[in-house]
């Protein structure tokens, strides 16, 4: 039975005990979880705030250490972690191996910036004084986070908030509990002092009414989440009603423009690892494939043999997609089936894929678990759900058009603006579509998916509110700026009122 942990001590609740099962074998229980109740996300940020101030006052390269510490520790227990997150959310092993290695990268780059984590001097208008800049941990941060990337996506934030300072409440996604649970039994045996990291499993509307109470008590100084937009806009309206600006990194429907002077080659391989890698449950998977109209139709049929062509089921072999996450996943992939309309082409079979009729290139036994048929939708356009909701599945549309101006109208019209992707040999088209964009990512002759763990990884529009992960760029998010003035004069000097004009 797995449970939460304040203080650095598993709690007794008496909640209701849910379980986490493995998609890929249905029958697998992974682990019982017992649910939380929103006094305990009290609780736990009240533990979080007790033990912030003698954390920050750590100095900072220590801090850097137990972040190396906890980085040796991931990877010396890599395979075990790796398995755990394939069994538990169906990721292909050879995923789930890069999915570990990009916590063990992420405490790689903060452990050094325990060394750095730099403040500025700063020269003044008035002599004899000094001015500088200091960066000082928010305090508590709250963070929440989906279950498509375990344990990858949560060590962006809580590296990063643990290295400047904060303590920390996390609030892991239900369906990916265990991974959770022993996320944090390595990070607070790498040396984080009892509360610095407390562990809370609850559903989404006890979180909600913790979290607000939270708040309200002045409790919590930094909201983090990753999931639905839908989700995104409520924590956002909350938090801007305490004038908090959280750090939001939300859905997205991902293009890829395919130009005639493309590769096609390397755009099919792109698109097939974009658009149905992770069974295209990434953020970053890519939404609709916008192609030239001159080499559409040679395009459809070589992205149509490779998806045909590729091997599908058990996570544990060598497969470009095991099964959705879990049932309500399930649930989005049949309603986005419902938005193919008369007008749209479809070739193959539709939905769950049954032990009856195994599509080629199946692998293991298709009746254990939450396995769904790849589906290519030619011929969607703004008019259509398909082209501007995203659907979270293996589920990739095609469009075409005509100049590139028409094409970044068409990547830009759902409005999200997380991850993007132009296929071309040509310089020119780069730089055009960089400009006209409006995603926070941009990848050329490369898939949408797959970014590494030291750029700047966030959206703009329905994708979040502007806020970046990952790299130097996160500091921002869990550090404020103090700004201090030193007057060694003697005497009160007045800014702006005595400044020489030479
Ligand atoms: C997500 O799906 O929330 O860029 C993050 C990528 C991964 C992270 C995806 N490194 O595909």
Redesign the pocket.
């Known amino acids: 039975m797995l449970r939460s942990y304040l203080g650095g001590r598993a709690v007794d609740l008496a909640g209701t005990v849910i379980t986490s099962t493995n998609p890929a074998r249905l029958d697998d229980v992974v682990a019982q979880v017992t649910l939380a109740d929103a006094q305990t996300l009290v609780q736990a940020a009240r533990s979080a705030s007790r033990a912030q101030r003698a954390w920050a006052d750590v100095p900072a390269p220590v801090r850097g250490q137990v972040i190396a510490n906890i980085g040796a520790l991931v990877e010396a227990n890599a395979e075990a972690l790796a398995q755990l997150v394939t069994r538990e959310v169906g990721k292909p092993i050879a995923e789930s191996r890069g999915e570990v290695q990009?916590i063990v990268d992420t405490c790689r780059f903060f452990l050094g910036e325990g060394r750095r984590l730099y403040g500025q001097t700063v020269p003044s208008e008035m002599p004899d004084k000094q001015l500088f800049t200091f960066r000082e941990p928010v305090g508590v941060a709250t963070i929440i986070t989906?279950g498509?990337?375990p344990v990858?996506?949560p060590s962006w934030y809580l590296v990063p908030a643990l290295l400047c300072g904060n303590a920390v409440v996390w609030k892991p996604a239900l369906y990916s509990a265990a991974c959770a649970d022993a996320m944090y039994q390595l990070f607070v045996r790498g040396g984080l002092p009892d509360g610095v990291l407390n562990l809370v499993h609850a559903d989404g509307d006890t979180t909600f009414a913790g979290l607000s109470q939270a708040l309200d008590e002045g409790l919590v100084h930094k909201v983090g989440f990753?999931g639905s937009t839908a989700v995104g806009r409520a924590i956002g309206e909350l938090c801007g009603r305490h004038l908090q600006n959280p750090c939001l990194?939300l859905g997205g429907k991902n293009p890829m423009v395919v130009t005639e002077a493309a590769d096609l080659d390397l755009a099919v391989e792109g698109a097939l690892f974009a658009g149905f890698g992770t069974a295209g449950q990434?953020?970053?998977s890519l939404g609709t494939v916008i192609v030239h109209e001159s080499v559409h139709d040679e395009f459809l049929t070589r992205f149509r043999a490779a998806v045909d062509s590729a091997a599908i089921g058990d996570p544990t072999r060598d497969v470009l997609y095991g099964p959705l996450l879990d049932e309500k996943f399930a649930s989005s992939y049949e309603k986005a089936l419902g938005w193919i309309g008369s007008a749209h082409r479809v070739d193959g079979p539709l939905g769950r894929i049954s032990d009856t009729s195994p599509r080629n290139g199946f692998v293991g036994d298709p009746g254990t678990g939450l396995f769904y048929h790849p589906v290519i939708v030619d011929g969607v356009g703004p008019g259509d759900d398909l082209f501007q909701q995203e659907t979270f599945g293996p589920i990739v549309g095609v469009t075409t058009y005509r100049t590139l101006e028409q094409a970044i109208e068409l990547a830009n019209a759902p409005g999200y603006g997380l991850s993007s992707a132009i296929y071309t040999t040509n310089p020119h088209d780069v730089f055009t579509f960089r400009r006209g964009i409006s995603a926070g990512m941009v990848s050329v002759n490369n898939s949408t998916?797959?970014?590494e763990a030291h750029l700047p990884f966030g959206g703009n529009g329905r994708s979040g509110n502007g806020s970046r992960q990952s790299g130097m760029w996160v500091l921002d998010q869990f550090t404020r700026w103090q700004a201090v003035n030193w007057d060694y004069s003697g005497r009160l000097q007045k800014a702006q009122m005595e400044v020489a004009v030479v």
């Open positions: 990009e989906a498509n990337f990858a996506v990753t990194e990434r953020c970053t998916s797959g970014a």
